[in-house]
């Protein structure tokens, strides 16, 4: 009778893990749907106009990085032409390029496996908050990468156009003249920082910020 009243009081992890009684609450609906669909998804288009469409993908970044330099006045991106007329041709890139592209698409098809995958694995507030962590690097990282442009487009603007801190404007700032190239390289990136910032800060984690110790997952503890 007392082992039977001990297990009872003392319930196995396994028994534990099945009817989810030990660490942290369900993860909002918010972070799921944006960490393990919208999120990856979008890697993936990503990853298919990188891979498989390189040389539209080239031409739309090089028409961007140069537009403004026709005008003498401070350019806006929203006012530039996007038909398939005013973008330069697509030019098949050369060999060292197709493959740096083709990496590029790998890596994004990286992105979206290993966020999907790993956070749909488990409920570990830990482990989720350790693969975002180095994600919000990523995209740290990801927005440097458009400094380029920016230099670019403040350098066609010149004297006239503002100098340099506009293109750093226009490519950072000035969401309302983006177009769906910048809205996904620097706009979504804005958004997928914001939503890992709140996450590691606890935000809609009912103050459960803190490290939850590792939750049983499969009859097995997630460290």
Known sequence: MATTTT???NPSPISQARTGSLGPPNIPLAYRLFFLYIEPISALVGAFYAGWLPAQYLAYLAYLSSSPSTSTS?????????S?????PNVNPDTPTL?????????YLLFAINEHCVLSSTNSLRTWRTLLAGLLLADFGHLVTMVPMARSLGEGAGAGGGGGWWGWWEVFG?????????????????????MRMAFLLGVGLGGRGNDDGGRVVGGKKDE
């Open 84 to 88: 398939s007329a005013s973008m330069p």
């Open 174 to 194: 000035r969401f309302w003249g983006w177009d769906a190239m910048l809205w996904g390289s620097v706009g979504f990136v804005y958004v997928g920082a914001s």
């Open 7 to 9: 297990n009872a009081a």
């Open 74 to 82: 401070s350019p806006s991106l929203s006012s530039s032409p996007t």
């Open 99 to 107: 493959i740096s592209l083709q990496q590029l698409a790998n890596l």
